[in-house]
Nanobody
Framework: QVQLAESGGGLVQAGGSLRLSCAVS????????VAWFRQPPGKEREFVGG????????HYADSVQGRFSLTRNDAKNMVWLQMNSLKPEDTAVYYC????????????????WGPGTQVTVSS
């Protein structure tokens, strides 16, 4: 069972940056992919970016490609989402999630979730 906890959300002006952190607590089975999702107000949860367990290719949603960057450090059990050039449409609750081995863009395929952190981008 993987436990996750996000931090680093807040209020930022359009064009600004934020760095979200996700602390990961894993059991004996540490072969997992990590991903970030977000849920804008009144909308469904959507995929932002994800990395498979072997630090392979990182997948990003088209809406954040070139602006957001995902990194992980398994030795520190941490995952980060660097968000640059933020836009008002990036406003959402951001979630860190984990599942076995491979990245999926489908939220229901993730077994473990953090409680989320609010990001608000003002215009």
């Amino acid at each position: 069972q993987v436990q996750l906890a996000e931090s680093g959300g807040g209020l930022v002006q359009a064009g600004g940056s934020l760095r979200l952190s996700c602390a990961v607590s894993v059991g004996a089975d540490s072969i997992y992919a990590v991903a970030w999702f977000r849920q804008p107000p009144g909308k469904e949860r959507e995929f932002v970016g994800g990395m498979p367990f072997n630090n392979g290719k990182i997948h990003y949603a088209d809406s954040v490609q070139g602006r957001f960057s995902l990194t992980r450090n398994d030795a520190k059990n941490m995952v980060w989402l660097q968000m640059n050039s933020l836009k008002p449409e990036d406003t959402a609750v951001y979630y860190c999630a984990a599942r076995k081995v491979l990245v999926s863009t489908t939220p229901s395929r993730y077994e473990s979730w953090g409680p989320g952190t609010q990001v608000t981008v003002s215009s």
